[in-house]
């Protein structure tokens, strides 16, 4: 309804902001020895060697976005803006392996879990993970990934050993999609 429609256009006007806003920072340098490069020193752990932008300066742990902010005569964004901003900047790094990651997981989540995996060998595993792995017998890591208690880094762990066994090679080489063995499978499930 209405309010849903008002919500939503507070979100995305928002959002727009953090875009502007962003893109703003990401265009304005800062050269050292200049007034704005000063005024920054003071909160700088050491000053600064070459020209940043202000998103760049915003990535350092001591520095905030108002510190960054207040270095030019621009309004002020609303305190949501400027945090989610922040927490971008701060966090890409962060949030880019995250992503890389779960991106990695997605592609290989149909390779097939040999059934006669000895889960004792992969290195890195919690006796837990272990035991869980081993009770329930997963046939592909995306079926091991939805156990509960069978973490994003268990499943990374799990590739690896595959990787290194040679199995995950073979299973991804059959077609491009799934391997052979699973759509046999799926033969015989339909």
């Known amino acids: 309804g209405l309010i849903d429609e008002q919500r939503?256009?507070?979100f995305a006007q928002k959002r727009e902001a953090i875009e502007?806003?962003?893109e703003r920072m990401a265009a304005t340098?800062?050269?050292p020895g200049t007034k704005r490069a000063d005024k920054l020193s003071e909160k700088l752990k050491k000053p600064l060697s070459h020209e940043h932008s202000l998103l760049e300066l915003l990535k350092r742990p001591e520095l905030s976005y108002i510190d960054i902010a207040q270095l030019d005569d621009?309004?002020?964004m609303e305190p949501?803006?400027?945090q989610q901003i922040e927490i971008q900047a701060k966090y890409a790094g962060y949030i880019d392996r995250?992503?890389?990651e779960i991106e990695r997981l997605r592609r290989y989540e149909h390779t097939a879990l040999p059934?006669?995996?000895n889960y004792d060998a992969v290195d890195g595993l919690s006796n837990e993970v272990r035991q869980k792995l081993t009770d329930a017998r997963p046939d592909t890591l995306a079926r091991a990934s939805r156990i509960p208690g069978v973490t994003p880094a268990a499943v990374s762990l799990l590739m690896i050993y595959l990787?290194?066994?040679g199995a995950l090679g073979h299973a991804r080489s059959a077609s491009k999609g799934t391997p052979v063995s699973e759509q046999a499978d799926q033969r015989q499930l339909g």
Do not use: H, P, T
Request: charged share 40%.
């Open 80 to 82: 949501e803006v400027a």
């Open 98 to 100: 995250q992503r890389e």
């Open 8 to 10: 939503w256009q507070r």
């Open 20 to 22: 502007r806003e962003s």
């Open 29 to 31: 340098w800062v050269q």
């Open 74 to 76: 621009v309004g002020m």
């Open 163 to 165: 990787k290194r066994s």
């Open 115 to 117: 059934c006669d995996i």
